[in-house]
């Protein structure tokens, strides 16, 4: 059987503008929010209570908007199966009463075609309809006949189902009719006609799917008379007993006032439902409220709901912060993540841990559950023994739950073993694989393998073996996170090694990108990578940062004429000689170069500048604007991203520009005409602090009559040199 699900939708559209928003709006910077960031490798959906989605842990107002369960609308359709005798499927009679079938479709339903002969079944299932058409709450912003109408046509209703319900004598019908006319006096505010209906058919404890649908309206009623702790109190009661209503109760219920609330309940088991709901609001730490929930009711239904919320919480505040590097998800800004809360965070991992693992009702329910999130918990807490033997104890042919196992696996396996022994890295491959091939149809398997590829990165990189963990990252951030960043095809392979890799472990990718025998793991790793030139640019950027000219030129001897053209972050750039110095010439030409021509030419000019009297001023000059443009027009040197929150970029500006400074010195060194001293001493001024800038400042005044002074007067540089 197929199964359906629901949307409930907002009763008021004002209420959404009481509703606390998961991000704010910037208008000038596109981002991923908290949310998707979010480190999880556990499955909260590992019990398959489709009704439990939108009260996931969540950075969000809910994990998945206002979906519900069906359990509530397949429990109405078995009723009525065993009332009609029907011989029509399920889904044909769940299709008739809540898929919402157009006229025309209802004709070829087969079950509403057997109650044609069935008048008094017929006379209920139109009048059914008809009271949906008007028990809804108009658009206060668009206004239509039908609105101008609702109320006049609500009351008759509410008259023709109230004449219904005094005629009808079998009490199946009658509880049918009552509620219809529990709904519709309350969307027409007719609490007189509410409070009527409610007493005489629904005051008693509620004992099926209607009792509750029908408290749900009392509690709204409660609402609007602002009889707030009763409200709160059959909130908590109905979000336990009726999957329909279960997002409506969450939305209006409040924790303010609780010690008012538990006042309210007469058992225990009433006591835990509104325990419940209040740890189902709490973004916090909530494990004193579910131990009292597991003391009043251990067998209740939300139990692993309230597990499995504290795990992935716990998996948000420390693998969010450590492996994903960002802010938690309930954080509502994008500083840097902090790292203060995480060894309290770990110490109530042990103790949240220690007090799963005595919840035996648990255990005995939910077998399979229990020992994947004692599994779950203790790799969190690096015990790989003990999570192994949970692992083991495992014995199911659930889809959902071999995926988790596998997953715990590979982290297991990461936990046991040498990650850098060939054999491990086979081993990991075969498992990795295994998890790619198999996520479709899994729930949230790539948020999982999102997670899954940033602790490896994580673990990879703390054994030394970074060229691996960049190519982790790759996957993590490319291939499992839509909106992660929005960089080039070009940058996104090689913004990891760009961030965090040395000279030495791009040489170590570039070498096992070449291996013949790759091991499993490097061969899946490395699949998306298909032109080496990346790397071997990468590499050469590496070097120059460093100031080694001729290992950068070693690379590039590898990287033909036309992967310049076809780099997105290179091809853009390609309009600026950077032996030019537009602070200090009159004119740009036209001369053009490759990143490795222009690496050689700064080789050929400094060979040539050594042997060379005549050519060394001039020689030095040139690359005292090359060193300088690369942390200006010609920054594709060096960099990738121009922006400041690479901390290479701003380490590699500073040395370039020390490199310029040194070059320019050497050429004033070297230089006797006047107009050239001019142009070097104001760039060595411009690239001075402190004293020597002030010196350069004053010894800039003394080329005044050049005509290079008269265009390029510094106001800036003579108040510097005047100043005492």
Same mark, same amino acid.
Request: proline fraction near 4%.
């Given at each position: 059987?197929?199964?359906?699900?629901?949307?409930?939708?907002?009763?008021?559209?004002?209420?959404?503008?009481l509703l606390p928003l998961s991000t704010s709006v910037n208008a000038c910077y596109e981002s991923s929010d908290h949310e998707e960031l979010r480190f999880m490798v556990f499955n909260p959906d590992l019990l398959h209570e489709k009704s439990w989605w939108s009260f996931f842990y969540s950075g969000r107002y809910n994990y998945l908007d206002a979906v519900t369960g069906t359990n509530d609308e397949d429990q109405l359709t078995r009723e009525w199966m065993k009332k009609t005798k029907t011989k029509a499927s399920f889904d044909d009679v769940w299709n008739c009463f809540f898929g919402s079938p157009s006229d025309s479709a209802l004709q070829h339903n087969p079950f509403y075609t057997e109650i044609q002969k069935n008048q008094v079944i017929k006379t209920y299932l139109d009048v059914a309809r008809q009271c949906e058409d008007v028990s809804y709450i108009p658009d206060g912003w668009h206004q239509d006949s039908a609105a101008a109408t609702l109320h006049t046509r609500r009351e008759a209703m509410i008259a023709r189902v109230d004449e219904h319900l005094r005629k009808e004598s079998d009490p199946f019908l009658q509880h049918k009719y009552a509620f219809q006319l529990i709904?519709?006096?309350?969307?027409?505010?007719?609490?007189?006609?509410?409070?009527?209906?409610?007493?005489?058919?629904?005051?008693?404890?509620?004992?099926?799917?209607?009792?509750?649908?029908a408290w749900h309206y009392k509690s709204m009623t409660y609402e609007g008379t602002k009889q707030v702790d009763s409200a709160n109190y059959l909130h908590a009661r109905v979000f336990s007993h009726s999957t329909n209503k279960m997002f409506p109760s969450k939305q209006y219920f409040s924790s303010r006032k609780l010690s008012r609330v538990l006042k309210l309940a007469r058992t225990k088991e009433e006591r835990a439902d509104i325990l419940v709901l209040a740890a189902l609001t709490n973004p916090g730490r909530t494990l004193p409220t579910l131990?009292?929930?597991?003391?009043?009711?251990?067998?209740?239904?939300?139990?692993?709901?309230? *597990?499995?919320?504290? *795990?992935?919480?716990?998996?948000?505040?420390?693998?969010?912060?450590?492996?994903?590097?960002?802010?938690?998800?309930?954080?509502?800004?994008?500083?840097?993540?902090? !790292?203060?809360?995480?060894?309290?965070?770990?110490?109530?991992?042990?103790?949240?841990?220690?007090?799963?693992?005595? =919840?035996?009702? =648990?255990?005995?329910?939910? +077998?399979?559950?229990?020992?994947?999130?004692?599994?779950?918990?203790?790799?969190?807490?690096?015990?790989?023994?003990?999570?192994?033997?949970?692992?083991?104890?495992?014995?199911?042919?659930?889809?959902?739950?071999?995926?988790?196992? #596998?997953?715990?696996?590979?982290?297991?396996?990461?936990?046991?073993?040498?990650? #850098?022994? +060939?054999?491990?890295?086979?081993?990991?491959?075969?498992?990795?694989?295994a998890l790619l091939n198999d996520r479709t149809q899994k729930f949230e398997s790539q948020r999982m393998l999102y997670s899954l590829s940033l602790y490896l990165r994580h673990t990879f990189a703390s054994k030394g073996m970074v060229h691996l963990a960049g190519l982790f990252d790759n996957y993590a951030v490319n291939k499992f996170c839509e909106t992660c960043f929005f960089d080039s095809f070009s940058f996104s392979t090689i913004r990891y090694f760009d961030r965090y890799a040395t000279a030495a472990d791009v040489e170590r990718l570039i070498a096992t990108f070449r291996k013949p025998d790759k091991n499993k793991l490097e061969t899946v790793l490395l699949k998306p990578y298909t032109n080496v030139n990346y790397l071997y640019d990468l590499l050469s950027t590496k070097y120059l940062r460093q100031g080694d000219v001729n290992a950068a030129a070693k690379a590039l001897k590898e990287v033909p004429d036309e992967f310049w053209f076809s780099f997105l972050n290179f091809q853009h750039n390609l309009d600026r000689n950077p032996f030019e110095?537009?602070?200090?010439?009159?004119?740009?030409?036209?001369?053009?170069?490759?990143?490795?021509?222009?690496?050689?030419?700064? *080789?050929?000019?400094?060979?040539?500048?050594?042997?060379?009297?005549?050519?060394?001023?001039?020689?030095?000059?040139?690359?005292?604007?090359?060193?300088?443009?690369?942390?200006?027009?010609?920054?594709? !040197?060096?960099?990738?991203?121009?922006?400041g929150d690479n901390w290479n970029n701003l380490i590699a500006t500073k040395f370039v520009r020390k490199k310029a400074l040194g070059f320019y010195q050497q050429a004033l060194a070297s230089e006797t005409d006047s107009e050239r001293k001019a142009r070097i001493v104001y760039m060595i001024a411009q690239l001075s602090d402190g004293a020597r800038k002030k010196d350069y400042a004053k010894q800039y005044e003394r080329y005044q009559n050049t005509d290079f002074y008269s265009r390029k007067s510094c106001d800036i540089l003579r108040a510097l040199a005047e100043a005492n």
């Open positions: 059987m197929q199964r359906k699900f629901k949307r409930y939708f907002v009763l008021s559209s004002l209420l959404l503008l709904k519709l006096s309350w969307y027409a505010n007719d609490y007189a006609t509410f409070d009527r209906v409610f007493t005489h058919h629904f005051s008693k404890t509620p004992a099926g799917v209607l009792d509750w649908w131990l009292e929930v597991y003391d009043l009711a251990p067998d209740h239904k939300h139990l692993p709901l309230l *597990i499995s919320r504290e *795990i992935n919480k716990l998996e948000d505040w420390l693998g969010s912060t450590k492996y994903a590097h960002t802010p938690i998800a309930t954080q509502r800004d994008w500083d840097t993540p902090s !790292m203060k809360n995480w060894k309290r965070d770990f110490d109530y991992l042990h103790v949240f841990t220690n007090a799963v693992q005595q =919840l035996t009702s =648990l255990k005995t329910a939910h +077998p399979v559950f229990f020992n994947m999130s004692m599994a779950c918990l203790k790799l969190m807490e690096n015990d790989h023994v003990a999570a192994s033997d949970y692992l083991a104890r495992i014995q199911s042919d659930d889809p959902e739950v071999l995926f988790q196992q #596998r997953v715990l696996n590979v982290i297991l396996l990461a936990q046991q073993k040498d990650v #850098r022994d +060939p054999l491990v890295q086979d081993e990991l491959g075969s498992r990795y694989v110095n537009t602070e200090v010439l009159d004119a740009r030409t036209m001369t053009l170069y490759t990143k490795r021509e222009i690496v050689q030419n700064l *080789i050929a000019l400094e060979r040539e500048a050594k042997t060379n009297p005549a050519k060394r001023a001039a020689n030095y000059f040139q690359l005292g604007n090359a060193w300088y443009n690369f942390s200006e027009t010609s920054w594709f !040197m060096i960099a990738y991203e121009w922006h």
